[in-house]
């Protein structure tokens, strides 16, 4: 699938999805199915199933009757389900918050499922679902139902506004964004998003949410295997996940999430210790930065080693592969920031091929070489190139970058056929300002601290990376979070007697997973994580980028990945593997990446400002 790359970060866009996935889903009509109590598959996109499983809106209030229907998507495995060599369902999440698994599934479900099969041996099916308030489930955290332009207005506002590095840009920007809040509250209260839903979005809900999918994907399975009569067969399985067999365990979770997925996988590890089966950790975010202080305080203390590691690599690739470089000179970054200095008196004035009137300022240079660190494989070179031609006089590839992410392509506005929008920013607000500790109503001091903090942890992106939190400024009146869960972030040892997993003990120990290099999700965060839990191992891709898929792949990656879905076994402390390709290796195949490497193609286009 080739996709054209449309997203805007909102927080820690991982894998989160991207433009076309959109006409895919656009595909499928979610409306034809009727939310159920009990999981009903129906067939849906090209070989997926779907279903809308209703659960509590409140699992916190027995007495509110309110419930959400969760968009849920299943790859069947290459098995049948009463096959021996069936393993039960793996869930993902792609990140955000706010990203889309249905749309991640559908990108990169085949992919995963590649790396995690042992044919013959062990065959899983993979399940995705929008989570609460986000892509197809219902109610939607939309403050901009059916306008879009106002939206697409206040973001071009605020993008005018500037770097907020400028203590003048503060002020508005934060005016704007209580507008903003005030917007969402009434659009929350008027029932034009099928009714409430902005204050339950936090993310033990939606650990509560995987607990409820996961109990229902083994109801099932139990009513299909009572169907099929065939119950000495189920018991003869030992699937560690998902099925309720007569060794009495409860169902378990097995479990890969990226980026914010990581966020999601360390609230259930620590919340239901007892529901772990397997689970994976791809770009870990430090869940108590994210869920405590002022938050999101420690995602960049790599980022500028890695700007820096683009200017080196360039140098070293040299002319042909790198479009900065020069023969004679290995000055690549001091010329680039010499020309951001130069931009920042004299932005450049472009026009685009639809007519729309441009500003290129510095800003845009920074963040478009923070999109091209998330996927170096991907971006650099095109980067590069592009940052050439403008250098040169030509900026149009630029221009053409710009309109992926930084600036609404406002002819999409009129939303003249109903499509669902791809992604919602106010939608990772909902869950990031319920995770954090509650910063709105802080005073314009408090916020210059805050960019300054940021901005002596990267000086490249700090300033910009303020955006992820300045939603919060206004998450105040009625959006008090429903649930919240501060930690501790750990897990009681993984615990087996006579090859049965103890109640309430996690039946295998965690596995993180991290770039060595990562512009949002540094090694140092996952070197934390990993430290409280017990027993947890830690395996690190010699690559560069967001989250190892698609950045760091090699068959010792995917050996260690598919042996821990197996047997649960982690590395004992931490294990390395070189990854297959670099950056600038022109020609090069990674091991089963390349599929996944184009399914995942545009997936961080669309985000304004996030994780993922
Ligand atoms: C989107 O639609 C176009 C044309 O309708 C099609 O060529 C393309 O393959 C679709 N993309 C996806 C991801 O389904
Ligand atoms: C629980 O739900 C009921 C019914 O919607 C509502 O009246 C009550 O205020 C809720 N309680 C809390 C603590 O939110
Ligand atoms: C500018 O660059 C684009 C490629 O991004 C190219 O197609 C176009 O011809 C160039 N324009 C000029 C005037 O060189
Ligand atoms: C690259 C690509 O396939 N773009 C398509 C995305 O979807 C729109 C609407 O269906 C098409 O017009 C584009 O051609």
Redesign the pocket.
């Known amino acids: ?1 080739k ?1 054209t790359v449309e997203i805007a970060l909102s927080g820690l866009v991982g894998l989160a999805a991207a433009s ?2 959109s ?2 889903s656009s ?1 499928f009509d979610w409306a034809t199915i009727t939310p159920s109590e009990h999981l009903e598959y129906h067939d849906c996109f090209d070989g997926f199933q779907c279903a809308r499983l209703t659960a509590p809106l409140d699992y916190r209030n027995e007495s509110d009757p309110r419930t959400i229907a969760i968009a849920m998507i299943k790859l069947p495995a290459a098995v049948p389900d009463d096959d021996a060599s069936f393993a039960g369902s793996v869930f993902t999440n792609p990140g955000g918050p706010g990203g889309s698994g249905v749309e991640f599934l559908l990108r990169n479900g085949r992919g995963l499922r590649d790396v995690l099969d042992k044919p013959g041996r062990r065959h899983y099916e993979m399940v995705s679902f929008d989570p609460r308030g986000i892509g197809s489930s219902t109610p939607i955290a939309n403050c901009f139902a059916n306008d879009r332009l106002g939206r697409d207005g206040a973001l071009l506002e605020q993008r005018g506004r500037g770097s907020l590095a400028k203590d003048e840009a503060l002020p508005y920007v934060l005016a704007l964004q209580r507008a903003i809040g005030q917007r969402c509250e009434a659009a929350d209260e008027s029932g034009v998003n099928g009714g409430q839903i902005m204050g339950f979005m936090g993310t033990p809900n939606v650990a509560r949410d995987l607990v409820q999918m996961v109990d229902k994907v083994a109801e099932l399975r139990a009513r299909e295997a009572g169907e099929r009569d065939d119950r000495l067969e189920l018991k003869r399985r030992s699937s560690p996940g998902g099925i309720d067999d007569d060794d009495g365990d409860v169902p378990r979770l097995q479990y890969i999430g990226y980026s914010y997925g990581t966020v999601l996988g360390n609230y259930f590890a620590s919340m239901f210790p007892g529901r772990v089966g397997r689970l994976m950790l791809d770009g870990v975010v430090n869940a108590d930065d994210y869920s405590g202080g002022p938050g999101w305080l420690t995602n960049l203390v790599d980022t500028d080693k890695l700007a820096d590691r683009f200017f080196i690599g360039c140098h070293l690739a040299g002319p042909k592969d790198c479009a900065l470089a020069r023969e004679d000179d290995g000055a690549v970054k001091e010329r680039f920031y010499a020309w951001l200095e130069k931009l920042d008196k004299e932005p450049i004035s472009a026009v685009s091929p639809s007519g729309a009137v441009v500003v290129i300022s510095s800003q845009d240079i920074r963040e478009l070489l923070v999109q091209a660190l998330y996927k170096p494989r991907d971006s650099f070179r095109g980067y590069a190139q592009a940052v050439d031609d403008a250098m040169r006089g030509n900026s149009s590839a630029i221009v053409e970058r710009l309109f992926f992410r930084q600036i609404p392509r406002l002819k999409d506005a009129c939303d003249v056929d109903g499509a669902p929008e791809d992604f919602i920013r106010e939608a990772g607000s909902g869950v990031l300002c319920a995770d954090g500790d509650d910063i709105s109503g802080h005073e314009l001091a408090w916020w210059k601290h805050y960019v300054r903090r940021l901005a002596a942890t990267s000086a490249f992106y700090g300033a910009y990376w303020v955006n992820v939190r300045l939603s919060c400024n206004a998450w105040d009146f009625h959006f008090k979070p429903n649930w919240v869960f501060k930690g501790p972030f750990t897990t009681p040892p993984a615990a087996s007697s006579s090859e049965k997993p103890l109640p309430g003990h996690p039946a295998a120990p965690l596995l993180f997973v991290s770039n060595r290099l990562d512009p949002v999700t540094p090694l140092a965060a996952a070197r934390a994580m990993a430290a409280q839990h017990p027993g947890a191992g830690l395996l690190i891709a010699e690559a560069l980028g967001h989250c190892t898929k698609g950045n760091g792949d090699s068959a010792c990656l995917h050996k260690h990945i598919a042996d821990y879905f197996d047997t649960g076994v982690v590395p004992d402390g931490e294990a390395r593997c070189e990854a297959d390709c670099g950056p600038w290796d022109a020609e090069c195949d990674a091991v089963g990446a390349q599929a996944m490497l184009q399914e995942s193609e545009g997936y961080y286009g669309k985000y304004p400002l996030g994780v993922f």
Do not use: D, Q
Request: charged share 15%; proline share 0%; glycine share 0%.
């Open positions: 699938m996709a076309n996935a006409n895919a595909k």
